[in-house]
């Protein structure tokens, strides 16, 4: 069995931003050179998340007002975890979101559903950021 690990780094503009990383993960699948097996992709911070959805704006923006309103950003003191840091939504958004997806691979591709896109999901950005591709297989 191989064993294949990479890391992709963000540091956002913005505090929030979903960014479709379904590219950087082919092009590590294709560098593993693995063809039968199981891609993990997993955020490594615990503001962030990866998760599979559509590649269309419009549900991208419901997803920001929707995360919105069960997590408000404000104000900072409605949370206990806010103090020293002002992040607490963005630990909720994470983890509603979710931390990791799983993506079979087969003859040497993603082996997807309809539409299914990997994002990263940035709730804490303007700051150094990693997300982990690691691929087991053959
Ligand atoms: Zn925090």
Not at 3 to 29: C, G, P, Q, W
Not at 54 to 68: A, I, T, V
Not at 94 to 102: A, I, S
Request: hydrophobic fraction near 35%.
């Amino acid at each position: 069995m191989k064993s294949f690990r990479k890391e992709l780094h963000f540091n956002t503009k913005t505090r929030r931003a979903y960014i479709n990383i379904t590219d950087y993960v082919e092009s590590a699948l294709a560098e593993s050179g693995i063809k039968e097996g199981l891609c993990l992709v997993n955020a490594m911070n615990i503001t962030a998340s990866v998760f599979i959805n559509d590649n269309e704006s419009g549900l991208h923006s419901d997803f920001e007002r929707w995360l919105e309103k069960l997590a408000p950003e404000k104000p900072y003191e409605q949370y206990a975890h806010n103090g020293y840091e002002d992040n607490a939504d963005a630990h909720l958004k994470r983890t509603v979101m979710g931390r990791e997806v799983v993506v079979a691979v087969t003859d040497g591709k993603l082996d997807f559903g309809t539409w299914e896109q990997i994002f990263y999901g940035e709730f804490d950005g303007k700051r150094n950021k990693r997300v982990l591709v690691k691929i087991i297989g053959e």
